[in-house]
């Protein structure tokens, strides 16, 4: 037991009492988990949690678009979206490092070397995104200084959090490399490790080039690419690969041959086409003309290796007759399958080319692809881990057929996808709009886009995006419930799926 | 089942992937720093900071076929003339203003940001500040009380009061003014520029 768990003084003891009092309503039990997996589901809290923010925001920005007025001056549209879309990427982010926490004691055949560090690197994140939160939401904005960049915000679309905060994610960021690299050391290394390790060199040496302050505007936001670009659509790529990769071996039993060499042939596919597809957001900003061309084709090939993996997860589960452990968490595998090949891939492709995306760069394009690719991605797979989580923090128990209540699972799903695709489409029709009537005729002027704006298309498209907004907000309200009940009391044991040869 | 060919082997993709992933992270580092040689401010694609005592207009132009810059003789801001040292320090105010008053949450600059409010990037060259000789005046009333001088055009939006002082609206003209010289390679298309209407 770590030292972290014997002492409890003040609001900590009263923190984990609480979270006592919560494991035994939710008929949780610590002891079914190995180190890394404790604090693994104590990251997916947080996601859950944050998750929920990210909807309500979300919610709210969209209701700003039908009655301007709402919340002016209280709430306004650009606190309510930022908060949106820092939630958003901050509970994926958590989902992933509760991912890998999850599978490392697993894969390395060893017990993680300092997970003390990793339990403190928690809630020291915990803290700071409290910290965060609640100076976006109740100071806002400030003065055109350095002051206002270091502690309240430093005004960049997805990585506003200010510069403690920078340093702070950094710190906690090396923590988990740490442990991560430590316990493979110690352990054993795989295929698995190697990539996963590789990869989040990357991602945390990429953040790095998001804290610097720079005036020449062209500079900032080639740089602020690096992060965003690189991250979403190649290192995020990677790491969801490995979560794929490892749970497909896990809950279908397919062989870790297989699953070893698909990752490679992915990451080569990911990284040889998301790398240079870092170009299409170089097209505009004042960057050299070579960029329409290296951007235009190699981000046309990024739907490439999104393919490969729709083959694999549907080609395995096809060889193993979908037999597997944890259905809930099978449907999630597969909606990401489906959900990363349509909003990555082919919602991405379809705007990519330098041709269209003159017109279409900075409409409600973007934001059809934006949700519909973060959800069919990442948001899908990380709900398929909570069900992974779930099933042992349960006591490994059955998630078959038959399973009680069955309904909410399937009709979480079913909401969840069915709403953001409504909305993925209602944004595509106010794209296609503003694209035609802003863009092509009026030629991009303030005129131009609010008479696109006020377009009766624009407007059903918001009220409908509105309502699917609402449905996706229901579906997670039913995930929720589902995810603190399903396998409750239940008594079977999860079925054993025998590996492949 | 007989063995597994080569081109299906575990190591040969190992070996695919890290030369791939090496092969292309070391072009985007060679581009790197040829895109940012090239993006000096100063250059021919990114002006220097005192280019805001010119005159800036974006035509298109019928031999590239494309949209671009076009930058005139004098046109002082303020009716006053910067050095490029006090040029920088001007649009390095408006540049940390548009950061600090998170404007990108709502306007999109250079077309990347949120799109509840309109694109800034040729902001200063709209023909929505009338004519050339309102407009600094305009923008600077607009900036420091957006309440009062609402630019809604029939959609009820509003921006909100950010309390900028006179300084930093100051400022977030001259960045303006200083991004709207940014050659983008044509982006926005078909803009009509505040100059068009006046000629």
């Known amino acids: 037991m770590s030292n972290i768990e014997m002492v409890k003084p003040g609001l900590l003891g009263t923190v984990q009492g609480k979270l006592k009092t919560f494991h035994n309503w939710a008929g949780v039990d610590d002891s079914t988990l190995n180190g890394g997996q404790k604090l693994a589901v104590k990251y997916f809290m947080a996601a859950v949690i944050l998750f929920i923010f ?29 908060v949106h879309i820092n939630a958003m990427i901050l509970w994926m982010l958590f989902g992933f490092i509760g991912c890998t926490y999850w599978l490392l004691e697993d894969e390395s055949g060893t017990e993680i070397v300092g997970l003390k560090y990793g339990v403190i690197g928690y809630w020291v994140l915990m803290a ?54 430590l316990t ?76 070893t060499t698909w990752l490679y042939i992915e990451v080569a596919l990911m990284f040889g086409s998301g790398i240079l597809g870092l170009g299409h957001h170089y097209f505009w900003i004042g960057t050299p003309e070579y960029w329409l061309t290296i951007g235009g084709f190699f981000s046309a090939l990024e739907p ?13 589960s096809g060889e193993r007759s979908f037999k597997n452990l944890n259905h809930p968490a099978m449907a999630w595998l597969i909606a990401h399958a489906f959900g990363n090949f349509f909003g990555a891939g082919v919602w991405g492709f379809m705007h990519t080319l330098p041709q269209i995306n003159l017109y279409t760069h900075g409409t409600q394009w973007s934001a059809s692809h934006g949700h519909l690719a973060f959800f069919g991605a990442y948001a899908t797979i990380n709900i398929a881990f909570f069900y992974i989580a779930i099933q042992h923090w349960r006591g ?28 993925t489409i209602a944004l595509l029709i106010a794209g296609y709009e503003q694209s035609f009537i802003e863009r092509a005729i009026e030629g991009s002027t303030w005129a131009g886009y609010f008479s696109a704006q006020n377009h009766p298309s624009f407007i059903n498209a918001m009220q409908w995006r509105m309502f699917f907004g609402w449905v996706t907000a229901a579906g997670l309200g039913l995930l929720v419930w589902d995810l603190l009940t399903i396998g409750k009391g239940e008594t079977r044991k999860a079925e054993v799926i025998a590996p492949a040869k | 089942m007989s063995e597994t060919p080569k081109w299906a082997s575990e190591s040969f993709w190992k070996k695919v992937a890290v030369w791939v992933t090496a092969g292309s992270f070391l072009i985007l580092v060679v581009l790197t720093f040829d895109t940012l040689k090239q993006t000096t401010a100063g250059g021919e694609r990114v002006q220097a900071y005192s280019i805001i005592n010119k005159k800036i207009d974006y035509q298109f132009d019928e031999k590239l076929h494309k949209f671009m810059p076009v930058i005139g003789g004098e046109e002082l801001l303020f009716g006053q003339k910067f050095t490029e040292d006090e040029a ?56 420091m009380d957006p309440e009062k001088n609402a630019r809604t055009f029939g959609s009820g939006r509003k921006m909100p009061n950010l309390n900028i002082t006179e300084a930093e609206a100051r400022g977030v003209v001259a960045f303006l003014k200083w991004m709207s010289a940014i050659d983008t390679n044509g982006f926005p298309y078909n803009f009509t520029t505040i100059e068009a209407e006046v000629e």
């Open chain 1, 128 to 181: 700071a995104v409290t910290v965060v939160v609640l100076v976006y939401l109740l100071i806002q904005t400030g003065a055109g200084n350095d002051t206002t960049l270091w502690l309240i915000n430093e005004g960049r679309e997805y990585i506003e959090a200010p510069r403690w905060a920078d340093i702070g994610i950094v710190i906690v960021v090396l923590i988990f490399f740490a442990n991560v690299v």
């Open chain 2, 88 to 143: 920088e320090a001007l649009v390095t105010l408006g540049k940390k203003t548009t950061q600090a008053k998170n404007c990108m949450n709502c306007h999109t600059l250079l077309g990347n940001g949120a799109y509840y409010a309109p694109d800034l990037t040729k902001a200063w060259l709209d023909q929505g500040w009338l004519t050339t000789e309102l407009r600094e005046e305009q923008m600077l009333k607009f900036l």
């Open chain 1, 396 to 423: 490994n128990v059955w998630m078959g057929a038959g399973l009680a209540n069955a309904w909410r699972w399937k009709w979480a799903l079913g909401l969840l996808n069915f709403g953001v695709l409504g909305m």
């Open chain 1, 54 to 82: 990210q909807i309500l925001f979300g919610l709210l920005a969209a209701a700003q678009f039908l009655i301007p007025g709402f919340l002016y001056e209280i709430l306004d549209f650009s606190v309510n979206r930022m």
């Open chain 1, 304 to 316: 490439i290796p999104l393919v490969a993996m729709v083959v694999h997860a549907v080609y395995d």
């Open chain 1, 184 to 259: 493979f050391s110690k352990g054993k290394w795989s295929g698995i490790a190697g990539v996963l390790t590789l990869d989040l060199v990357a991602l945390a040496g990429l953040y790095l080039a998001g804290m610097f302050y720079m005036t020449n505007i062209t500079h900032e936001q080639f740089w602020w690419w690096w992060v965003i670009h690189l991250w979403v659509e190649a290192t995020w790529e990677v790491l969801v690969g490995v979560i794929m990769a490892w749970s497909l071996m896990t809950i279908l039993g397919v062989s870790r041959k297989i699953v």
